[in-house]
């Protein structure tokens, strides 16, 4: 005679269940403690300067504001305090355009002819002089807060870039405008 199979009651499959648990934990007790080279502390590195030069970063910004939104690729050299080199691109490099700051002068260039930034007042990637000055603007990727009031800014994440801690993530907000900042790249090195 053939007896129909056993069904395990609920109060079975949970013991079955529990003695699982049971087991993987002993198993996950007797795993291999780290080496004392895993649990080290890391060195806390100082911040860079706000008023540091040189320096480049690489990274991707995202504009939003009323006009509707835009994302860029950007490559960003500062050799010193007056003088700011910035390359903003499209996805996969289209639409470059780069922009020169000497001083309180801001250009961006037109093949090789230099034209006034007011020119391109009606792009969201270019951020006209009376919004935020530039030369406040390469400052606050480094971390310096807003010295104008309708301007905020916030460090959202550091990383290591060479001996320094830089920003990764930087969010600068005004009124009606929201600049999210992403540095993938940092180099503090003396430019070429």
Not at 28 to 44: F, L, N, R
Not at 75 to 90: E, F, K, M, N
Not at 125 to 144: N, Q
Request: charged fraction near 20%; aromatic fraction near 6%.
């Amino acid at each position: 005679m053939i007896n129909a199979p056993h069904r395990a009651s609920p109060s079975d499959q949970w013991r079955s269940v529990a003695v699982m648990l049971s087991i993987l934990l002993m198993l996950a007790g007797c795993a291999v403690a780290p080496s004392e080279e895993t649990t080290t502390a890391t060195t806390v590195l100082p911040r860079a300067p706000v008023d540091l030069a040189p320096w480049s970063a690489k990274g991707k910004l995202s504009i939003q504001s009323p006009q509707g939104s835009e994302t860029a690729r950007f490559y960003w050299q500062r050799p010193d305090a007056d003088h700011d080199t910035i390359v903003l691109s499209g996805p996969m490099s289209l639409n470059q355009q780069t922009i020169q700051r000497r001083g309180e002068d801001t250009l961006w260039m037109d093949g090789d002819t230099e034209r006034p930034i007011s020119e391109l007042a009606d792009s969201m990637l270019v951020i006209s002089d009376t919004a935020i000055p530039p030369a406040a603007l390469g400052t606050w990727l480094l971390g310096a807060p807003s010295p104008f009031p309708e301007w905020t800014v916030k460090v959202t994440q550091w990383q290591v870039a060479g001996e320094w801690e830089a920003p990764s993530r930087v969010i600068i907000r005004h009124v009606d405008m929201e600049i999210r900042v992403i540095i993938t790249k940092w180099d503090f090195s003396t430019l070429p």
